[in-house]
């Protein structure tokens, strides 16, 4: 069949085939877009040799001095940014971190069956990652801070969400390689993935012995990897870098991994959306019930579900004695009633005091 033969080029394929089975359709098609494409064809972009691509992937895997050097501010720099809970930090960490390099080149690699390249960026790759978590670890010795931040707790929990943005993010670095005109949008790609944050996460985890940290961030970064090198196979693929016969063997094996990754984040995205779910009713409710009336407010809500039941930890402020037990246990009722499981609710009131001083007279 056309479509499947790998010596010709995949659009020239399609268009091909399209000819054959819908000649009046693509005749038509093709005069109506010449006659209004105008002479605009002198701005049609095509791919970069494969040449080209193939020597500036090489470049981009080498384990060089510029490697390690950017790699390690990355580590410090996303490390801090995680400990000091700032967003703007760590996305400047993202845009020096140059480990989309060598994540390219296994792509590449594995569309063209190049195993030396693909053994240079796996090596690459493999002593970045170490790198990064023992910088990460030795950062938070020598700082000396030992607090678990919002930012850090972000990147130990991954669901499918996070896959879906990593393969977009693959397919859009691997299409930006093979496009000399969008090669700014690179950083973007970088702080899209965000590979070296989980990273960090996993050295701060050893740090402060928290193995849960430490493993849920891993799996973040797996699921990053994995996603980035599957799409940017299937977009190199598509631009006729390679073949699937020469593919087949790397397509399959993260296929595999994406299989496997694949329940746990099920089961974590099921788990944030019960959490949203339930936060989000919890919230109507007491609003409703008591914070209207009592001129009080919500600091916090933490849920915790569990098979048969829901636990929820509320924090609220509120003026001493204005809130009781009865209406709690209204409240608990209702949450029962809307989400259709036992509820345990677990309420901490902490009491607000308002002091009028009058103005003093000199």
Known sequence: MLLLNPNVGFYAR?????????????????????????????????????????RNLWR??????????L???SGVIATLGLLAN????????????????????????????????????????????????????????????????????????????????????????AFANTRRRIADALPGVAIAV??????????????????????????????NLTGIIFSGVIILLLQSYGSIERAKQGLIFSMSILLLLGVPLSLSLRSLILQNNVRYNVNQIVRNQITTSSQSDIRSIEVKPHKDIISIEMELAAAPNSINRARLMAVRDLLTQKLDKQVELKVKVVPIENINLPISKP
């Open 194 to 223: 965000a590979l070296v944050p989980p990273l960090s996460v996993v050295g701060i985890g050893f740090t402060l012995g928290e193995k849960s940290l430490a493993i849920g961030a891993l799996l973040l970064f797996l699921t």
């Open 86 to 173: 700032s967003v703007a930090i760590i996305i400047g960490a993202m845009i020096i971190a140059p480990l989309i390099g060598p994540i390219t080149g296994i792509a590449y690699s594995t569309t063209v069956a190049n195993r030396r390249l693909l053994r240079r960026s796996f090596l690459t790759l493999f002593t970045g990652v170490i790198f990064t978590v023992f910088i990460s670890f030795l950062t938070v010795l020598l700082v000396g801070l030992k607090t678990i931040t919002p930012e850090i707790l972000s990147r130990t929990n991954p669901t499918l969400l996070d896959l879906v943005i990593a393969l977009a993010a693959g397919a859009a670095g």
């Open 60 to 69: 981009a895997s080498v384990p060089s001095l510029s490697f390690y050097f």
């Open 71 to 73: 790699l390690g501010m």
């Open 14 to 54: 399609l268009k091909s085939y399209f000819r054959q089975k819908y000649p009046v359709q693509t005749k038509n098609l093709e005069e109506f877009w010449n006659s209004q494409s105008g002479d605009w064809h002198w701005l049609a972009e095509k791919p970069i040799p494969i040449a080209s691509l193939n």
